[in-house]
């Protein structure tokens, strides 16, 4: 049996809980801190925490004695978000959970609120290796687990999801939070079309919030603004949430964050997940927002692994990224499962039919190569307008890019026909499996070399990862290529250097997620980058990984 209390303040809620693990029984006790206007101020939350947090913890601790007797003899440990969050706040339930520890001689845990999110929502599925999307005021990512830690997959390179609609909802001049008056104004509106931003697994929420502003300024109705801006920033998350399906092999995605209420954002991953055959869990509405129980799932899984903090050892950690967070409480593995050997390849966009001895079309196939038929699905989940004009503007890419990078000698698949309406493509077959299921530091090396040539004639890949590059495994008796660069839909002309640090950007996140032994091959990559292009990229890539969220 353990009983651990947890305690949760890292920005607007201050809240307490006790987690009983044996009965699987919550208490739960939560004061939110609203501001009059505009967004959240740290000195006020710090104040609104200050005098919140002896409330909700006397409240849970009542609970505890009248359920199962006194604290000193009930609790186990005592948990706190350490963070990620607002230093005043995080520091007020730190000093808190530190004294309640002290005073009834009980084990301390930190717990990181972001990793706490996704393992409440593991927790209440019983899934065993989810991907987790965490939407929430001040974060946006998705994690998958691998090698020990919760890799970050993709995040947002600028301001978090709830932020970014707020900044439109106080523009308009509506109280904090917006995304529930974003929501219900949403439902009467007419779809408009804003800018959509996902580079490879990453995204962007401040081009669409400009946008926003822009729109509503020159009198477009506000319904119709907050439609627009809700289809398009979902639809973002739950792309890059599929592409992370995809490229790990997962079949289970879990959702985090107080954004997660939005109705529209659940159905949307709701449906794309079953397209695909996945399982999607999102915890009921009182544990999406921040809360005490998320804090004390974890922490009871923490102490149980014995994963304890002395008290001077306690401090808070304001930027507290969860791949930072050794997982001492799960069995070692990874979210990846072994790719699928069908003829029938499914991706985060698009269904490959593999042909690789060209057999299925002798008079098309006369030059002897096999074929790989590639068909972008409509995806139900986005807006009609929305879907149609990505799928058009990405097949007309994939084409034009694919054959750009082949003319500079960079290996790509020879393409032999496209429909953009249809969203279609036939390609030149190559290779014999994905980078991520026979990764080798030669090929590793290879993208380096073959991105920092598309680079150098001003063009980037775009979704540069591992499912994203063939290699032939064998020896097949073939002089030619051993690696080729395959799927450019998200591929665009720029001479920008930003552009070009996202191309690394990605595929090195992406690694990481998914590889073992992932340090040396990111060391081999940036090498023969360096070599045949411009050192100056991976010096910008240096200063993207600063502006993360969790830097």
Not at 12 to 21: E, I, K, V, Y
Not at 240 to 254: I, P, Q
Not at 335 to 349: I, K, L, M, N
Request: charged share 25%.
């Amino acid at each position: 049996m353990t009983r651990v209390l947890g305690l949760e303040g890292t920005a607007w809620c201050a809240s307490a809980a006790c987690f009983d693990a044996e009965t699987d029984d919550i208490i739960l006790e939560s004061d939110a801190y609203l501001p009059k206007s505009g967004g959240i101020h740290p000195r006020e939350a710090a104040e609104h925490m200050r005098e919140a947090v002896p409330a909700v913890l006397e409240a849970v601790l009542e609970g505890v004695r009248r359920e199962y007797g006194p604290p000193v003899d009930a609790l186990d440990a005592v948990a706190f978000s350490r963070g990620p969050g607002l230093g005043p706040c995080l520091r007020i339930v730190a000093t808190a959970a530190r004294a309640l520890a002290g005073a009834l001689e009980l084990p301390l845990v930190g717990v990181n609120h972001m990793v706490a999110h996704l393992e409440i929502g593991r927790h209440g599925s019983g899934f065993d290796s989810p991907v987790c999307l965490n939407a929430s005021g001040a974060n946006a990512h998705v994690l998958g687990y691998h090698d020990g830690r919760y890799r970050v997959l993709g995040e947002t390179m600028d301001t978090g999801v709830g932020n970014a609609i707020d900044k439109f909802t106080r523009h308009v001049g509506w109280s904090h939070p917006g995304g529930p008056k974003v929501e219900e104004h949403a439902r009467e509106g007419e779809y408009v079309e804003l800018p959509y931003v996902v580079k490879g697994m990453d995204f962007s929420f401040s081009g669409i919030t400009s946008a926003a502003k822009q729109a509503y300024d020159k009198g477009t109705p506000v319904e119709d603004v907050c439609r627009g801006l809700q289809e398009t920033v979902f639809a973002m998350l739950t792309e890059v949430s599929e592409r992370a399906l995809s490229l790990t092999g997962a079949d289970e995605l879990v959702l985090g964050g107080g954004v997660g209420q939005n109705a529209r954002l659940q159905e949307m991953l709701a449906e794309m997940c079953a397209a695909r055959g996945a399982a999607f869990h999102a915890p009921e509405a009182r544990f999406l927002r921040d809360n005490g129980a998320m804090i004390a799932v974890l922490g009871a899984m923490m102490y149980e692994a014995g994963d304890t903090l002395p008290i001077e050892e306690s401090r808070v950690l304001p930027e507290f990224r969860p791949d930072e967070v050794p997982v001492t409480w799960r069995d070692e593995g990874s979210v990846a499962t072994p790719a699928s050997v069908d003829e029938r390849v499914q991706g985060a966009e698009a269904v490959v039919e593999l042909d690789p001895r060209g057999v299925a079309d002798e008079a098309e196939a006369a030059d002897g190569a096999g074929r790989a038929y590639k068909r972008r699905l409509a995806k139900g989940y986005r807006h009609p307008e929305l879907d149609a004009r990505l799928r058009r503007r990405r097949t007309r890419s994939e084409a034009r890019v694919t054959s750009g990078a082949r003319r500079l000698g960079v290996p790509t698949p020879v393409v032999f026909d496209v429909d953009p309406p249809e969203g279609s493509l036939t390609f030149e077959y190559v290779g014999d499996a994905d980078l991520r299921d026979a990764i080798d530091p030669e090929r590793v090396r290879d993208v380096g070399r073959f991105l920092a040539q598309c680079h150098e004639a001003g063009f980037v890949h775009g979704d540069p990862t591992p499912r994203n590059v063939r290699v032939v495994t064998g020896d097949d008796g073939r002089p030619g290529p051993r690696a080729y660069l395959i799927d450019f839909g998200l591929g665009y002309y720029t001479d920008d250097v930003e552009d070009f640090a996202m191309d690394l950007h990605v595929f090195e996140g992406s690694l990481a997620g998914t590889a073992d032994g992932a340090p040396e091959l990111l060391e081999a990559f940036e090498e023969a980058y360096r070599e045949a292009g411009d050192p100056g990229v991976v010096d910008q890539l240096r200063e993207i990984e600063k502006r993360g969220r969790y830097q």
